[in-house]
């Protein structure tokens, strides 16, 4: 059975096929395109906030406090070949960037390599992010 987060990333790899990967400034455009974190946003939600056009704080906020938007772009972070920067908060107290992971993944070419991922690519990395949520959701014990 499909785990809830494996579900959101399949929507989000139909949301990335219909409307396409923006991987410039700000989370979105006017022509519908999506930073890979939004199209998970907008998987959750139904929704694609004006400040994802314009203001990159307003829209870190939004992605940053939904659980379930938070748990997809950590599992999709957590599938990729490479590890996460880390944000100082506090002095000493670091945690790892999750958005800035999986959108600079999907926006830079990697070491040794002319682009960066093609649309499939993208939407192969999120089937492989589903794949693992549900076998991991499947490994769980139900409860009695």
Do not use: K
């Amino acid at each position: 059975m499909p785990s809830s987060t494996g579900t959101i990333l399949r929507t989000t790899r139909q949301i990335v096929s219909y409307y396409g990967l923006w991987t410039g400034e700000q989370f979105a455009t006017n022509d519908g395109r999506l930073d890979l974190c939004a199209a998970i946003y907008r998987a959750v939600t139904g929704s694609t906030p004006n400040c994802f056009l314009d203001d990159e704080d307003m829209a870190l906020l939004l992605i940053e406090t939904n659980p379930d938007v938070w748990d997809a772009i950590r599992m999709v972070s957590a599938v990729l070949p490479t590890q996460p920067c880390t944000t100082e908060i506090t002095p000493g107290y670091e945690v790892p960037d999750y958005v800035e992971h999986v959108s600079n993944w999907a926006a830079t070419a990697p070491v040794f390599a002319d682009q960066p991922p093609t649309v499939s690519e993208v939407i192969g990395l999120l089937t492989r992010a589903a794949d693992t949520a549900d076998n991991l959701a499947a490994a769980l014990p139900t409860a009695a």
